[in-house]
């Protein structure tokens, strides 16, 4: 499958338990620091006490957008709004913008059970604003209203493979001709609820997570979001913006087997990998980094494992892999376009981001699990892969600005 | 890129006017049914689904401890496979995809999953809790089926069908499918009408104490909440011939969007022209085409310079797969077979989106 377009990234935006700005992101991974803490941006209803990856600086927005904005839609708006400001795009450019922004929780982190045992009297009690931010879609209607984009909106929710199928939707959109600008990317609120079901599953690591260590026994939850402005390249050029990146290829595929356990030998994953690297017209032995999707469950790491063997099988070294939900933890929705920037920014400041925490890797011929301190790089070419429930993968190769395609 | 020509092939629905097989029958309008799910303080009504078991439809769906919306959604797309002609067995399924537009996910579970949060320490259900996800519809289409390609749920409030339906165009006219399944829907629950109360959106006919009212087709101020899920099958019309497959319309284009004002930036009141123009753009001028547009009669508007035939459409309700509902029973009312027909939805305060086929241009 030939690449349908050329994409270029032309802005990033990233809100995460760093702060506000790709800036601190990249200042917090350069660091190595542990943004994984035990609960303390709301009060806790569970029987556990779960570690998370927490904002915990205020999230002050001041929009006039007229909407109720949940906790959820500020994390993208903040986002958005770096993407936009760095893209520099202008007023016409806007007004024919798609947004497309992933979420699995949208604005129910702002919602209380007493909205389905008694609904009237909780509308009573708050008005009907803060349940009409509960559609994954409001996400995007909010950060479009408050940036002026006038093209269309749309939520993608797809589990934790939101943020990196919303990247893959609006890349389609530029490829079928629908929009030469588009931003995307994805948010999510740490909420109550997500961490019930989650410790339901028996899924939390009491600690900070151990991704594809022998001894990992669950993830975080975390909280952040992340936008990225992609455009059409020659677009891009003509108008004289920097180009951060190109988003090269793209691809999904369903697993088809289970509503939560992934296919443990990783070939829908592996078949995600395979159809992007074809589309970027990338050889696997050109991808010098694979940002993870890393959570630290038991099944995920092994199944992904199993993955990175069956494309990176006969490169002449081992695949750099890394997850770095060790120092933020899994944002659910907004993972895959959080990681998405970390790539690019791995691919622009020439470093790779071990996983932390990692004594006892699982061990493979094929794949070095990236330990100890950030490595210099000089790679021109990076994969970040989301998986999520319902047995969904995204594939995503960056390749940088400079660089030509190495099939 | 060469462009691929794609076409509807199967299409079925869960709908308040009961299930939907095909297209070979023009569905009844339904009427307002008064509700009973749930508690009311008087007569409410809205079009709502009759209880329904999937496998006495479609044998061997399995859909115990499934939310009615991962239920319709089996349901119907077994129906619109079926009626596509399609053997998911001889399928290739990496090259299969599985589209799926919500407004709002699988409410029933969600609200139960919710619901069982009475005092703390909150404890859950691990069983309920990964089916109120809004991506498992999708994901158990894809399972039965074996559809392994891109599986994506989108959210676009009530345009949430062109959503999908017009991300399935990409995927195949980029080539990275063949052939989708492509849902919409949406499911009633309690909070979510009493909601729309809360708020005074509801038409009169939804609170009336003695018979409904009358329904207006479509209403700008207020609106009749609606449930159902409807599924067609898109496909390049390469896959449609290696099937020998009936072609029920050829799929020209899709549109949704905020609309546009002349200063920039979204207007929804330009909404539905702005669509409207868009997609005729692909119409040669003089070309008969026939609208019926669903959500707000007062909203549609033609492109400037082009007349429309009208086709008013069925009401089935305001919900996410309201347009490709709206889509599947414009094209059993088409003039005739080889008609351009626009299905469009407006959403007075968000999005409007409009769908462009001709209707059965092909013979099997």
Not at chain 1, 264 to 289: C, H, K, N
Not at chain 2, 147 to 174: D, H, K
Request: glycine share 12%; net charge negative; charged share 15%.
């Amino acid at each position: 499958m030939p690449r349908p377009v050329e994409i270029a990234i032309t802005g990033l935006g990233a809100v995460t338990p760093y702060g506000v700005g790709w800036e601190a992101l990249l200042d917090g991974l350069t660091r190595g620091e542990n943004a994984i803490t035990p609960l303390s941006v709301f009060e806790n209803p569970l029987a556990v006490h779960p570690v998370v990856g927490q904002v915990t600086q205020p999230l002050n927005v001041d929009s006039d957008t007229g909407l109720y904005l949940s906790r959820t839609d500020r994390l993208a708006i903040l986002a958005a709004r770096q993407a936009v400001a760095m893209a520099a795009i202008g007023a016409d450019d806007r007004a024919a913008c798609p947004v497309v922004l992933g979420s699995t929780v949208a604005g129910l982190t702002d919602l209380v059970p007493e909205v389905v045992h008694d609904p009237a009297a909780y509308y009573r009690r708050t008005g009907t604003r803060p349940a009409s931010s509960y559609p994954v879609g409001h996400v995007a209607a909010c950060v479009a209203a408050d940036l002026g984009c006038g093209g269309p909106r749309i939520g993608v929710n797809v589990a934790c493979s939101s943020g990196a199928l919303a990247l893959a939707a609006a890349a389609n959109m530029i490829a079928e001709g629908r929009a030469t600008v588009a931003l995307a990317g994805g948010s999510d609120a740490l909420c109550a609820v997500t961490l019930a079901g989650f410790a339901s599953l028996q899924a939390l690591d009491s600690q900070p997570c151990r991704p594809f260590s022998r001894s990992r026994s669950g993830l975080n939850v975390g909280e952040g979001a992340a936008a990225v402005v992609l455009e059409e390249w020659t677009h891009a050029r003509a108008r004289g913006a920097v180009i951060l990146g190109r988003l090269a290829g793209w691809a999904s595929s369903n697993d088809a087997l289970h509503p939560t356990a992934p296919d443990d030998q990783g070939r829908g994953l592996a078949r995600a990998m395979r159809l992007s690297l074809e589309m970027a017209g990338v050889a696997p032995a050109a991808i010098g980094y694979v940002n993870a999707h890393g959570t630290g469950t038991p099944l995920n790491d092994v199944a992904e494992m199993r993955g990175y063997e069956r494309v990176f099988a006969g490169r002449p070294g081992p695949v750099p892999v890394s997850s770095t939900k060790s120092y933020i933890g899994h944002t659910l929705g907004a993972a895959g376009a959080i990681e998405a920037v970390i790539t690019l920014l791995g691919l622009r400041h020439g470093l790779l981001f071990p996983t932390l925490r990692l004594a006892e890797p699982e061990e493979s011929p094929l794949v070095e699990f990236l330990a100890g301190a950030p490595r210099p790089t000089s790679m021109r070419a990076a994969m970040s892969v989301s998986a999520g429930f319902g047995g969904t993968n995204a594939s995503l190769v960056f390749t940088r600005a400079d660089a030509e395609d190495e099939s | 890129m060469r462009p691929r020509d794609l076409v509807i092939t199967g299409f079925a629905a869960v709908s308040a006017g009961g299930v939907l097989r095909n297209l070979d029958a023009t569905p009844d309008a339904p009427p307002l049914q008064v509700i009973s799910r749930w508690p009311t303080p008087g007569p409410r009504r809205a079009f709502v689904v009759a209880p329904v078991q999937p496998a006495d439809i479609v044998p061997g769906l399995r859909t115990r401890r499934m939310d009615r919306l991962s239920a319709w959604a089996m349901l119907a797309s077994a129906l619109a496979v079926q009626d596509a002609g399609i053997d998911p067995a001889s399928a290739d399924g990496d090259r299969h995809a599985v589209v799926f537009g919500t407004a709002l996910g699988c409410l029933d579970l969600a609200a139960e999953f919710f619901g069982t949060f009475r005092s703390v320490p909150w404890t859950a259900d691990p069983i309920l809790f990964p089916e109120t996800l809004g991506n498992q519809p999708g994901s158990h289409v894809a399972k039965h089926f074996g559809f392994r390609g891109p599986n994506l749920t989108v959210a676009a409030g009530n345009v949430s069908g062109e959503a999908a339906l017009c991300q399935a165009a990409g995927f195949l006219r980029t080539g990275q499918a063949d052939c989708a399944v492509v849902l919409a829907g949406d499911t009633l629950i309690q909070s979510l009408f009493e909601w729309y109360e809360a708020s005074g959106r509801l038409h009169p006919s939804c609170l009336g104490l003695g018979e409904a009212d009358p329904v207006p087709a479509a209403a700008a101020e207020s609106l009749v909440p609606g449930e159902g899920m409807a599924a067609c099958i898109l496909e390049t019309a390469e896959s449609a011939a290696r099937r020998g497959a009936r072609v029920r319309a050829s799929y020209l284009d899709g549109w949704f969007g905020p609309g546009t004002s002349a200063m920039g930036g979204a207007e929804p009141a330009a909404a539905m022209p702005d669509a409207v123009a868009r997609l005729l753009e692909a119409v040669p001028p003089g070309t008969a085409v026939t609208a019926a547009v669903a959500g707000g009669a007062g909203w549609f508007e033609g492109a400037p310079g082009r007349r429309l035939g009208r086709l008013n459409p069925i009401d089935f309700g305001v919900f996410g797969g309201m347009g490709l509902l709206n889509l599947g029973a414009a094209i059993t009312r088409a003039p005739s077979a080889g008609s351009v027909v626009l299905a469009g939805t407006v959403e007075p305060e968000g999005q409007a989106g409009a769908l462009l086929v001709r209707t059965g241009d092909t013979a099997r």
